[in-house]
């Protein structure tokens, strides 16, 4: 999809508290998500990934665009709580655009939604009012936000549905083997890898991981080991571990700080990061849904 970067920046740290870092109880100041928004584009990043959920995050966004005209970006935001019957779901749809900051927005690029409930990709009335928007001119682009495979395999058999935005990274390789990311390839679907970083738990220390598990102390120390035997920080070997996948599309990441989102832009695609061992992919298998899951680090 040529009017998607390869790398999105995810926005929900620009509105309100997120994951495990330094905004995990805090809200970022405005002028510091202004600052990384002008980085951002300054760098080449022209997509950004946002939602009416996430706090401050589509206010600011706005009011950004409104006094940078010159700064044209893509924006990806998410729809939820549509109501239903048939006429009850287009006129939420209108209104929801209606009232999107981003729908008459001259530097707003293209405009795309995506289904915050996946649920909702098996209404039929969503569909059809999503693809009528689409064929109107109001978006440019519909998907999905998934957490289960079965689900993005579904979207795959809908022809509107361009968009796949699903879970994926070092601790979450449940669509990786059951080959769910090649699959939607096939059908020519954009898929947008999100939680590279499992909502930050990537990062953090084994005195601060709360679990006394041994194999998770262990694949912590392997994951350690193989980023420093790769000669890369934790962060790039995350990064270089998803985007080596070359079925995936794009990448959406979100940054706590103006020193991140720099970090991010310095960020190259170096080399294959060297694999974890055997035992540590099966804890994370047999660990993700009681460990791993991003849910559980909200």
């Known amino acids: 999809m040529e009017n998607m970067s390869q790398v999105i920046l995810g926005t929900v740290q620009l509105g309100m508290p997120y994951g495990l870092g330094r905004l995990s109880q805090d809200v970022m100041p405005q002028i510091e998500a202004f600052n990384i928004l002008h980085m951002a584009f300054e760098g080449g990043i022209r997509t950004l990934d ?11 966004i706005g009011d950004f665009l409104n006094q940078n005209s010159a700064s044209a970006v893509n924006i990806i935001t998410k729809v939820k709580q549509i109501p239903v019957g048939v006429s009850e779901a287009k006129a939420y749809l209108r209104q929801y655009l209606n009232q999107c900051p981003f729908s008459k927005m001259d530097n707003c690029s293209s405009l795309s939604l995506l289904l915050n409930n996946e649920m909702d990709l098996y209404r039929e009335e969503v ?32 022809e509107g549905c361009s968009l796949i935005q699903l879970p994926y990274g070092i601790f979450d390789r449940q669509f990786e083997q059951k080959k769910t990311i090649r699959f939607l390839k ?49 962060a790039e070997y995350a990064f270089n571990f998803v985007i080596e996948n070359r079925d995936v599309d794009s990448i959406a990441i979100g940054v706590d700080a103006v020193e991140q989102m720099q970090s991010l832009l310095d960020q190259k695609y170096k080399f294959t ?26």
Not at 50 to 60: E, I, M, V
Not at 133 to 146: D, E, K, L, P
Request: proline letters at 3%; one cysteine or more.
């Open 127 to 158: 569909r059809d009012g999503l693809n009528e928007i689409v064929h109107r001119g109001y978006i440019q682009n519909w998907g999905v936000s998934v957490y289960g495979v079965d689900v993005a395999a579904s979207a795959a058999g809908y």
């Open 50 to 60: 946002t939602s009416p959920d996430y706090g401050l995050a589509q206010a600011r």
């Open 186 to 234: 096939d059908k020519q679907k954009h898929v947008i890898a999100r939680s590279i970083f499992t909502k930050g738990l990537v990062f953090q220390s084994l005195k601060y991981v709360r679990s006394d598990n041994k194999r998770i102390s262990a694949l912590f120390l392997d994951l350690e080991e193989c980023a420093k035997d790769s000669n890369m920080s934790i």
């Open 273 to 298: 990061p060297k694999q974890l061992n055997s035992a540590s992919l099966k804890t994370i298998s047999e660990f993700r849904d009681s460990f791993f899951s991003p849910n559980k680090w909200a």
